[in-house]
């Protein structure tokens, strides 16, 4: 029980009276750990909105677990966890419905950076962090802050948090690398109203109306489904989904943050540049997601200035051979063979770096029409290799069963 006492007006009684006071507050404060539940007395001078320190000085209570001390003894910053468990309080079930309704998660995405984009083995690599915030109306919380990031807790496993579960667009399971992992509380709302049944000296906040702030950081590594016709003029979308394990949309949703998805990393990569990307939600088998789409563009200078310039020149100079003296037959078979031999190996050379496909992709498609003008010109290739032939080569043709990723995204 806690008792604000008036202070004497006399100034005379006040130095035994505070003597006094600091002797009933030192027994107060080491009882606090030492009652095991017994009745605690404190007795104060200090008024409703300041907090006592051991040695009986008074500080604004707005002070208390600040980051800075502010008492002499620096009694103001111990005792400072920010969220009072109550008894019975099991991590393992998750929020209560919020007036008989599923509870709200209020979700964001950060994307850092693009670690890599590994074309053959049709892999990318993303440090991201992904955001929650939901309210938990088994919780309390003391002194919190304006600024969320002095109210981080010291042990975010002692409440319920989220397990995610990431998928790709292959439906696999996505290997992630969490490397941070925090959670702090918003303040939203004004602290309840005080409580002179306890000794504790502090600002209470509901957790009805206050959010808890759920942070990780991880590296992930998921698949990604390259459409390669167009190669090297391709465009590229590749997604991510997050949802939590064993949760269901009777328990709870996602809703998107005014925000949504950032990126902050360097969009212009080794081959691609990031031209967009954005976060939706959608719901797939009862559950709620969280899915983000990355749109990639080709750089295809690169190929430009090494296949495409490269092959044209040597089609220029096959057709230049039919303007040989006819008497030079030996001259024209040597440039054109010699032309042919060179456009082969940068056929060969420029498959090296990407992957193999049951298609043709436009680059291959440039070189194979150079090799079929410049051979048609002086019938030394046998007809072996048909234009026609390769147009009939199977193109990249998805499943008919497409993800519900994809279907939600050419939906939104």
């Not at 004004?190 to 991880?218: H, K, L």
Request: hydrophobic share 40%; net charge negative; charged share 25%.
């Amino acid at each position: 029980m806690r008792t604000h006492l008036a202070a004497p007006r006399s100034r005379s009684f006040v130095r035994p009276v505070q003597v006094a006071l600091v002797d009933c507050l030192e027994i107060a404060y080491h009882s606090r750990w030492l009652s095991q539940g017994h009745p605690v007395l404190l007795l104060t001078i200090c008024q409703s909105h300041e907090f006592t320190c051991t040695d009986g000085s008074c500080i604004p209570k707005t002070k208390r677990c600040d980051l800075s001390l502010d008492c002499h003894d620096k009694s103001d910053e111990s005792d400072c966890d920010r969220v009072l468990i109550p008894e019975g309080y099991s991590t393992s079930l998750p929020p209560p419905k919020i007036n008989q309704e599923p509870v709200p998660f209020r979700s964001s995405v950060l994307i850092r950076t693009i670690r890599s984009i590994d074309i053959a083995n049709f892999k990318i690599s993303v440090d991201l962090a992904f955001v929650l915030m939901w309210r938990d109306t088994r919780l309390l919380y003391r002194n919190l802050q304006e600024d969320r990031r002095s109210n981080k807790l010291n042990d975010w496993r002692s409440i319920w948090v989220p397990s995610l579960k990431i998928t790709d667009m292959t439906q696999g399971s996505v290997e992630a690398n969490p490397f941070n992992t925090a959670a702090f509380v918003v303040k939203m709302a004004e602290p309840v109203p005080d409580d002179d049944s306890t000794i504790y000296e502090d600002y209470m906040y509901s957790g009805a109306e206050n959010y808890v702030r759920f942070q990780e950081e991880m590296t992930v590594n998921f698949a990604c489904s390259f459409d390669l016709v167009m190669y090297p003029f391709d465009q590229q979308k590749c997604y991510l989904a997050f949802e939590i394990h064993d949760y269901d949309l009777s328990l709870g949703y996602f809703v998107l943050e005014a925000n949504e998805s950032r990126f902050i990393g360097d969009r212009h990569l080794m081959e691609y540049v990031l031209d967009g990307e954005r976060t939706f939600v959608y719901n797939d088998h009862n559950a709620s997601h969280v899915a983000v789409e990355l749109k990639f563009r080709n750089q295809f200078l690169y190929y430009v200035g090494n296949v495409f310039i490269p092959s044209l020149m040597l089609t220029i100079l096959c057709y230049v051979t039919l303007f040989f003296d006819e008497d030079d037959f030996n001259d024209r078979i040597m440039v054109s063979l010699t032309s042919l031999l060179v456009l082969v190996t940068l056929f060969s050379n420029s498959g090296k770096s990407i992957p193999k496909t049951a298609y043709f992709k436009q680059h291959r498609r440039a070189v194979v029409q150079c090799w079929r003008s410049s051979r048609g010109d002086f019938f030394i290739i046998p007809d072996s290799i048909s234009l026609s032939e390769i147009e009939e080569c199977p193109e990249s043709k998805r499943g008919t069963d497409t993800p519900a990723i994809e279907r939600a995204a050419k939906g939104m």
